[in-house]
C-alpha cells in the first residue's frame, strides 16, 4: 500500500466558552491541521495537529515541502516518521517541525488501521477498552467561588480527578482558592498548572505552601527548557511535579527522567510529532515508572492510552475538546471515561462543514 496523495486544509476555531488566560499568555482560537492521505489501494487515512493559535500557516508550509517526498512511499508510519523528521529536522528538532509531523503521521496509523479493518488501539495492542479522564479548566481568571462549582461540577459528573491553574500575582490567593476547594470537595484528586509562570524560588514557595493540600502534582511550575532547575525544584518538595506538553523530543523526556526531574509525563499526542514517537515516549516512561497523562485533544489521545500499560488518564479541557471545539462530530465522555469508537481506524469523524466555514487560506 503506497501514499498517492495527502491534502491539507488549515483552520482556525474559536474558542466556544470564550477567551483562556493564564501565567504567561492568552488564547483566543485553536488551529487545526487536518490531513487526507489517499493509499493507492482507495484507503483514505484522516491525521490532524493543533496550535494554541499561533504558527498554523508555518506548519502548513512545511508540510507542503514535505508531501513531494512521500508521494509513492510505502505506508509504513516507523520509516516514514523517520524520515520525514530528517528532511526537516534543520528547522529544528521540534516544536513547529514536530507539530507538522503529527498530521502526515497520524493519518498513515488511521490508513493502516483502517486497512486491517480494526479500530486503531487493537492494532497498537490494546490492554484497555477506555481512558479515566480529569477535567482542566483554563479558570485563573475565575473567581474562588466559580472554581469550586467548577470542580464540584466535575467530581459530580464522574471525572477522576481536577486541575485549576494558579498563578496569582498574590501567592495568598492561590492558596485561598486552593483551600476553598479542598474545604468543598474533600480528598478528591487535585492538581494545579502553573504554565511555567515561576521562578525557581517562587516555585519553592508555593509548592511549600500548598503541601497542606495533598496537590496530586504540579505542572509546569518552571521553564521546561530548565531541566536542572525542575530537579532542584522536586528534590525540595514532596509534592510531585507534571509536565511534558511543551516537551517535543524522545530525548528532552529522557533528561527530565535520567535527571529524576519530573513524575508524571504530559506529552502532547500533536506537539511530539503524532502517535509513532508517542508510543517511545510512552515505553521510556514505562522504564522509569512514570504514567502517562497527555496534555489536550483527549479524542485523539485515547485510541493510543487504550494500548499504552502506563497510562493513567486522558485531560478534559474544558471548552477545548476537538467535539466542543466542532473539529469532529460529537465524541462526549461517559461517566468520566471516554470510550473510542469500535469503528476501523482512529474514529474520529471531521466536521467538515464547521471546519471549511473557519478554513485559513494559505
Not at 90 to 108: E, F, H, K, R, S
Not at 185 to 192: E, H, I, N, R, W
Not at 230 to 235: E, F, M, Y
Not at 236 to 247: A, F
Request: proline fraction near 6%.
Amino acid at each position: 500500500m503506497k501514499i498517492e496523495s495527502i491534502e491539507y486544509q488549515l483552520s482556525r476555531l474559536p474558542l466556544p466558552k470564550g477567551t483562556w488566560g493564564d501565567q504567561i499568555h492568552v488564547v483566543t482560537h485553536i488551529e487545526i491541521i487536518t490531513a487526507h492521505l489517499t493509499t493507492d489501494t482507495g484507503v483514505v487515512g484522516v491525521g490532524l495537529s493543533h496550535t494554541s493559535g499561533v504558527g498554523g500557516r508555518a506548519m502548513m508550509a512545511m508540510l507542503e515541502e514535505l508531501t513531494p517526498t512521500l508521494i509513492g512511499q510505502e505506508v509504513a508510519a516507523v520509516p516514514l516518521w523517520h524520515r520525514s523528521w530528517q528532511y526537516l529536522r534543520d528547522n529544528g528538532p521540534g516544536g513547529t517541525t514536530t507539530l507538522a509531523l503529527a498530521a502526515v503521521d497520524i493519518a498513515v496509523w488511521d490508513a493502516l488501521a483502517k486497512e486491517r479493518d480494526v479500530p486503531l488501539a487493537d492494532l497498537l495492542g490494546r490492554v484497555r477498552d477506555r481512558v479515566p479522564l480529569y477535567g482542566s479548566g483554563i479558570n485563573l481568571n475565575l473567581s474562588a467561588e466559580e472554581v469550586v462549582e467548577q470542580v464540584k461540577g466535575w467530581k459530580a459528573d464522574g471525572y477522576f480527578a481536577a486541575k485549576v491553574k494558579v498563578g496569582k500575582p498574590d501567592l495568598e490567593e492561590d492558596v485561598e482558592r486552593l483551600t476553598k476547594i479542598r474545604e468543598a470537595v474533600g480528598m478528591y484528586p487535585l492538581m494545579v498548572d502553573a504554565n511555567q509562570g515561576w521562578t525557581l524560588g517562587q516555585a519553592v514557595q508555593a509548592m511549600s505552601r500548598f503541601e497542606h493540600l495533598g496537590l496530586y502534582w504540579v505542572e509546569e511550575p518552571l521553564r521546561v527548557d530548565d531541566v536542572v532547575a525542575h530537579q532542584r525544584l522536586r528534590a525540595r518538595s514532596t509534592t510531585p511535579i507534571g509536565l511534558g506538553e511543551n516537551v517535543y523530543t524522545l530525548q528532552q523526556f529522557n533528561q527530565y527522567l535520567a535527571n529524576d526531574a519530573c513524575d508524571f509525563v504530559q506529552a502532547d499526542l500533536g506537539r511530539v510529532g503524532g502517535i509513532t514517537p508517542y508510543l517511545d515516549i510512552a515505553a521510556l516512561a514505562r522504564a522509569y515508572c512514570a504514567p502517562m497523562a497527555p496534555h489536550f485533544v483527549v479524542e485523539l489521545s485515547a485510541h493510543v492510552l487504550c494500548s499504552v500499560p502506563n497510562a493513567l488518564c486522558g485531560e478534559m479541557t474544558d471548552g477545548g475538546t476537538l467535539t466542543e471545539l466542532g473539529a469532529i462530530l460529537p465524541q462526549p465522555p461517559q461517566h468520566g471515561f471516554f470510550v473510542p469508537r469500535d469503528v476501523p481506524g482512529h474514529g474520529l469523524e471531521l466536521n467538515t462543514e464547521h471546519l471549511a466555514a473557519h478554513r485559513v487560506e494559505v
